[in-house]
């Protein structure tokens, strides 16, 4: 510097630095200088990747433990774990946790992404109006609330292909990581796992058993029933006590679980509104949440006993929701098949789209209004169009 400049602060090798003159090749004091600080740094980052391990994987701790006055003499006094980098590590190993398996509760897999849930039914769910703005306000309350009373149950209605199980798997993938191959998550189809009523017995306490280690494993737990109608009056039984109300502490805490019903029982009833709303000119989007749900209620109370509607679902009012899956039009069905062809990456024209739709059987005689089986065969009628 100029005369009466202030001589540079000396920094932490200045004294090993001061060996070589400036200009020259490394003299063997400043190399072993640098050696030296860097192998404090390589103990230190050690320390800190061991603490890691130890923190995500819980395993072979012991022999850290036992080692851990001998890391503690690292060459420079001070170094160690300030408050600052545990709490790094804390937010490191959550962060792994969110892409792996570890924890044995299975929570660190849920995300309950309501935001996300509303986009993709506002962009892939079609014709649903109902169903979008029940399912989204439904949970959305239900998670946000501190300490609900009781499991939030939903019961979906309507014909085959309408998009009832397109819901409960955006449900599920929205709710947590690994969507329906969750641990927290289970799937019970009526003719699959409970195909003979004489085994009734045996069913029951099989289910009862799986819906209570799930809730023991998960604090939050996800059913859905699909075919719900089929589904023996014996095993409702079974189910409705994880539903109902919570009266004491002492009850066992089921409260963070959510019930899904797939039904197509009152998909009759459902078409009837929407044929008389189209025969006088009015858009499907007036239909009301109030008009269905009164008319789907008097439907279920009225069918045979044995069947899904006369359980205690029903009769003690364990049912939140039932939610209406409307008839889908021919509009709605080119929809479903342009999300078909965008899936796989195929290219496809409005021509394209008009035909696959008018390979569909629309009913009633009459009209040929409303699709009979919804979009379910549309990913198949593709398949015709395939180079």
């Known amino acids: 510097g100029s005369p009466g400049t202030p001589p540079p602060p000396r920094g932490p090798w200045a004294e090993e630095l001061e060996t070589v003159p400036e200009g020259r090749p490394w003299g063997r004091a400043r190399y072993e200088a640098v050696k030296k600080h860097l192998g404090a740094v390589g103990a230190l980052s050690k320390q800190y990747w061991q603490y890691v391990v130890c923190k995500v994987w819980q395993k072979g701790c012991e022999e850290e433990e036992k080692e851990q006055e001998e890391r503690e003499l690292l060459p420079f006094p001070g170094w160690g774990f300030p408050l600052v980098g545990q709490d790094y590590v804390e937010i490191l190993s959550a962060w792994y946790c969110s892409f792996s398996k570890c924890c044995e509760t299975g929570d660190c897999r849920i995300i309950n992404n309501i935001t996300g849930l509303e986009a993709e039914l506002s962009g ?4 649903q109006h109902l169903a979008k703005e029940v399912v989204v306000r439904a949970l959305q309350g239900f998670l946000q609330s501190p300490r609900p009373q009781k499991a939030l149950v939903l019961s979906f209605h309507g014909w085959s292909g309408t998009g009832k199980n397109f819901v409960a798997r955006l449900v599920a993938s929205h709710l947590y990581r690994d969507g329906l191959k969750s641990e927290c998550v289970r799937v019970f189809v009526s003719l699959l796992h409970f195909p003979h ?7 029951k306490a099989q289910l009862q058993r799986q819906l209570s280690e799930t809730l023991r494993r998960c ?22 006590p994880f539903m109902a109300h919570r009266h004491s502490k002492g009850q066992a805490d089921h409260q963070r679980s959510i019930f899904l019903f797939l039904s197509n029982l009152g998909g009759n009833t459902i078409n009837e509104v929407a044929l008389d709303f189209w025969r006088a000119g009015r858009a499907r989007e007036e239909i009301s949440m109030e008009l269905l749900e009164q008319r789907l209620r008097l439907e ?8 899904y509607a006369h359980s205690h679902l029903l009769r003690e ?13 021919f509009h ?3 929809l479903c098949a342009r999300d078909a062809f965008l899936a796989r990456g195929l290219p496809f024209t409005e021509a394209t789209l008009d035909q696959v739709a008018q390979m569909m059987v629309f009913v009633p005689k009459e009209e040929k ?3 009979a089986q919804g979009c379910k065969s549309v990913p198949q009628r593709i398949n015709y169009f395939l180079p």
Do not use: C, T
Request: glycine content about 4%.
């Open 219 to 240: 604090g939050q737990a996800l059913f859905i029933f699909d075919e719900a109608e089929k589904l023996h009056s014996s095993l409702l039984d079974a189910i409705r």
């Open 332 to 334: 709605h069905v080119k």
């Open 317 to 329: 009012n364990l049912l939140d929701f039932v939610v209406p899956f409307l008839p889908l039009e």
């Open 300 to 307: 279920l109370q009225g069918a045979a006993e044995s069947s």
């Open 124 to 127: 892939q769910l079609h014709g």
């Open 369 to 371: 209004h409303f699709a």
């Open 197 to 203: 009523h004489s085994y009734v017995d045996s069913y």
